[in-house]
């Protein structure tokens, strides 16, 4: 089921959202000159039906039906007297969850890497395409979150570690959690504690830029609380500013089983529950059982509190909870199902297991691209990369090159085998996986060298022997992340170290494929002259295999780069999990050991405690305020040709935004794709981090040539956030413009006063 917990934008019906709607993608200037309200019609429409009905049925549409009941992850009840059917949500942050005949595409975290707003784009429409044609109405997707912990479990289903690349990445797919949730431990009950500057600029922003850049349809609230409230109960966060101050048209609909008092939820402003339960369902008291552990005793019921139905006509009778509230959660719900275009109406078939519906198009073009570009070469010494006719034999060396026990099930490998995606409610049935060594394999066999391999990780002793035979070895390495747990270390999965040790050991030409989440410690064998090219993989997908092949042998030149920091030590970021929490009765315990119940039994006030401390300095922003030069910086990444910046020009320069131009020289002998960093340090007075992230522009150069790239600082990007005037601010005062190859590589700098 769909246990997710971060932060999240849910895009109603991502496929329309995106793919069939141009209007979405637009500039929110551009929405205005072509009307003045983009969803003027929608809310019309709308409006006409809710008048129909009674306040039961208002109930029915937003209300879950409850889990087990349906086809889908959450459906809502149908009111079949004014035609509305019952809506199907689903996850699936890389393609449609639980579904035969669809594809299984690059996780967000490569989409980031690729820094290509075209590839970016790509992908929510044809994700969106095959959430449409399985029938899905609500595609729960993207996450639109930051990896402010470097070891969140779900950090593979966001967009990396910085608010810019969050929202553009994010917004051109749709979804997030709403809001301060970046780790998974003790997820259902931890209670983020923000400062209202970090808040509004690192976590809010990409929410802010899905509502008004890209008019998402919805959004979906975390399992969290937020500053001392629970945020699916928290009208500040849900009626003030998102829906008020930004402006929000679609609906709020609750993470599952999230909520912890139903009448609160639906007042602070939520509009749509799930999972919900059977219509008469009563909430409070059923199902309780008792229980002792760590010394407590009590009893507890699951369900206490979380399922509307007959529940909330209820309160609406007893007038807790007014009518006109959810006259305006039911228009918005509608709202949104006329502005993609599909009226609430309209039949359409839910056809996700059936695998004669295949959806699936040409699509794995697309994710063979996209894992090319997502792959980050941070390390190629020697030379060794791309492979060329010299290398005759290759090793293929650990249990990622291949499939493991678990892929005939149809789903991630984590005891083994390739890691093209992480766990957890992101994840998607393969319709099929090209491993490294079925990719090699087939190279090999048009090209003319041998291919050998040890896929037992824990087996040094022949994988020595094999890689001792051959002219290049590439060492398969893993770290395995999912949803409801955070990653406990930075280091590699199982025998990872010792297994490039022992090849290094007997190869001089080693290459480390890591399929990772995030970063890892590579402190054990980076230094080693005879590991001479490290690509962090990540997680491509179905085309795995392939899109490896093509960067090892330069069908694609590398052009990934990361979207987080690789730090040389663990103790080098500044954020730590929250992974053991001591209970009044002073028992401590850590994440994983424990009864979940127990938690439901303390005062909010007693609740763990994320301290967000901080403040605006995690990864990049952390390193650059310590001064801490990291193994490899945020942005970083290889090519096999050399790129050199030069004229580095600010044209324009107000508070309605910021332009740049810079020459970008292939000082090589291949053509590459260069990805230039626009950078932006704000008025010493701001206490503001050295440097942020504020565009990107991916060019591909031929050898020998040069291009001007262009890179703008939008005007929703500008502002900061006065916690006093409450309100965003563009501050007077110099301004620095540094522009590069990574966060760690500038190129070249200028000033501009505003």
Excluded at 6 to 16: D, E, K, V
Excluded at 228 to 252: C, M, S, Y
Aim: proline share 4%.
């Amino acid at each position: 089921m769909h246990f997710t917990q971060i932060t999240l934008l849910a895009s109603w019906l991502l496929s329309t959202c995106i793919a069939a709607l141009p209007d979405v993608t637009a500039s929110a200037s551009a929405l205005a000159r072509r009307t003045t309200d983009p969803w003027a019609a929608a809310k019309s429409q709308a409006a006409a039906v809710v008048a129909q009905l009674t306040t039961e049925e208002k109930v029915r549409i937003m209300s879950g039906v409850g889990p087990g009941f349906n086809l889908c992850v959450g459906m809502t009840f149908a009111v079949e007297r004014v035609g509305v059917r019952s809506f199907c949500l689903q996850d699936g942050t890389t393609g449609v969850r639980l579904a035969d005949g669809a594809s299984a595409f690059a996780a967000p975290v490569n989409l980031a890497a690729t820094f290509d707003k075209q590839l970016m784009k790509q992908q929510g429409d044809l994700i969106g395409s095959e959430f449409e044609e399985k029938g899905v109405d609500v595609a729960l997707m993207p996450v639109a979150n930051l990896a402010r912990d470097p070891l969140a479990g779900r950090n593979w289903e966001g967009q990396g570690a910085d608010p810019y690349l969050t929202a553009i990445s994010a917004g051109y797919q749709i979804r997030g959690y709403l809001v301060a949730n970046e780790q998974e431990s003790w997820r259902h009950h931890t209670d983020s504690e923000v400062d209202d500057r970090t808040l509004r600029e690192m976590y809010l922003r990409p929410f802010q830029y899905a509502v008004q850049k890209e008019n998402v349809g919805a959004i979906m609230h975390s399992y969290n609380l937020l500053n001392g409230t629970h945020t699916g109960q928290n009208a500040r966060l849900l009626t003030d500013i998102v829906k008020g101050e930004w402006g929000f048209n679609g609906f709020i609909m609750s993470d599952f089983w999230a909520l912890t008092n139903q009448t609160q939820a639906a007042l602070a402003g939520l509009d749509m529950l799930m999972p919900g339960a059977p219509w008469d369902f009563v909430c409070a008291g059923v199902g309780a059982f008792e229980y002792t552990v760590f010394g407590h005793a009590g009893a507890e019921s699951f369900e206490t509190d979380i399922c509307w139905g007959s529940n909330l006509v209820t309160d609406v009778e007893a007038g807790r909870v007014p009518e006109s509230r959810l006259t305006d959660a039911v228009t918005r719900i509608l709202s949104a199902a006329y502005y993609v275009g599909l009226p609430p109406g309209a039949t359409r078939a839910v056809s996700l297991t059936d695998a004669k519906a295949n959806v699936q198009g040409s699509h794995r073009d697309h994710i063979r691209a996209t894992g090319s570009a997502s792959a980050v070469l941070v390390k190629n010494s020697r030379g060794v990369l791309p492979l060329t006719s010299g290398a005759r034999s290759v090793a293929v060396i650990g249990s990622g090159g291949a499939h493991g026990a678990a892929y005939a099930a149809g789903g991630v490998e984590p005891e083994g085998g390739n890691l093209a995606q992480g766990g957890g409610s992101g994840q998607t049935r393969f319709p099929y996986l090209v491993t490294p060594l079925a990719a090699l394999t087939s190279r090999a066999a048009s090209a003319g060298f041998a291919v050998k391999h040890s896929l037992n990780d824990s087996d040094l002793a022949t994988a020595a022997a094999v890689a001792a035979l051959c002219d290049v070895a590439v060492v398969f390495a893993r770290s395995f992340s999912s949803e409801s747990g955070d990653r406990g270390t930075f280091a590699l999965d199982a025998a990872g170290d010792a297994l490039i040790g022992a090849v290094a050991a007997v190869n001089r030409n080693t290459v480390v494929v890591l399929n990772v989440p995030g970063p890892v410690d590579m402190s054990a064998w980076i230094d080693n002259d005879n590991v001479t090219a490290v690509i962090v993989a990540m997680h491509p997908g179905q085309e795995s295999g392939n899109a490896l092949v093509d960067v090892l042998y330069g069908d694609y030149n590398p052009s990934g780069r990361l979207p987080f920091t690789i730090a040389r030590s663990a103790d080098d970021y500044i954020v730590k999990t929250v992974r053991t929490y001591t209970f009044p009765n002073a028992t401590t315990v850590e994440w994983g050991a424990y009864r979940e119940v127990l938690f439901r039994q303390l005062p909010e006030s007693e609740l763990p405690k994320v301290q967000y401390g901080e403040g605006l300095f995690f990864d990049y922003r952390h390193f650059d305020k310590a001064g801490i030069k990291p193994l490899y910086p945020f942005g970083h990444g290889l090519s096999y040709t050399t790129f050199a910046y030069s004229n580095l020009k600010v044209t324009a320069a107000s508070r309605h935004g910021v332009d740049v131009s810079v020459d970008v020289s292939n000082t090589g002998a291949l053509p590459g794709n260069e990805v230039a960093q626009l950078y932006l340090g704000y008025p010493a007075s701001t206490n503001s981090p050295v440097k942020q992230v504020k565009d990107f522009n991916k060019v591909n150069i031929k050898a020998g040539r040069t291009a001007t790239v262009s890179l703008h600082v939008d005007s929703f990007f500008l502002p900061i956030w006065d916690a006093v005037q409450q309100a965003w601010v563009v501050p007077t005062g110099t301004y620095t413009v540094s522009i590069g190859a990574s966060s760690g590589d500038i190129r070249a700098k200028a000033q501009f006063t505003i």
